[in-house]
C-alpha cells in the first residue's frame, strides 16, 4: 500500500492515460510506474494467551475425588469460572493430578 503525500489518502493504480500508474483519488497527485513493484513482509504469528489463567491458575486450586478419563486416577484439581450468563451454572474445571490432563464439566 502506498499513500499519498499531498493527502495522505490511499494510492490506486490507474491505467486512464494508457500507462500505469499511482493516482491519488482525492487530490491530483499521480506518480508513474516504470518498474515492477513487489514487496513482501512476513507477520509475526501471535503468541496464544491463556485466558484460563494458565499453569498459575492451578498452583492455587484446591482438590476434589474426580477420575481421570486418561489414566483413571481418583484426585483431581478443580476450580470454577462463570463462563456462560449469570442465570446458567457455573462451568468447573478439573486438572488430574496423576497425569495433568484437563476436563471441563459444565
Known amino acids: 500500500m502506498l499513500f499519498c503525500p499531498t493527502c495522505a489518502n490511499l494510492l490506486v493504480i490507474s491505467s486512464e492515460t494508457g500507462y500505469n500508474k499511482w493516482a491519488c483519488n482525492t487530490c491530483a497527485y499521480e ?7 513487489t514487496s513482501r513482509t512476513r507477520m509475526k504469528r501471535k503468541e496464544v494467551d491463556d485466558v484460563l489463567g494458565g499453569d498459575e491458575m ?4 484446591d482438590a476434589t475425588d474426580a477420575c481421570c478419563d486418561k489414566c483413571n486416577h481418583r484426585r483431581a484439581y478443580f476450580y470454577q469460572l462463570q463462563i456462560r450468563s449469570a442465570d446458567e451454572p457455573m462451568t468447573t474445571f478439573y486438572r488430574c493430578a496423576g497425569c495433568g490432563y484437563q476436563w471441563r464439566e459444565n
Do not use: E, G, L, R
Open 31 to 37: 506518480f508513474p510506474i516504470s518498474k515492477q513493484m
Open 58 to 61: 492451578w498452583k492455587h486450586a
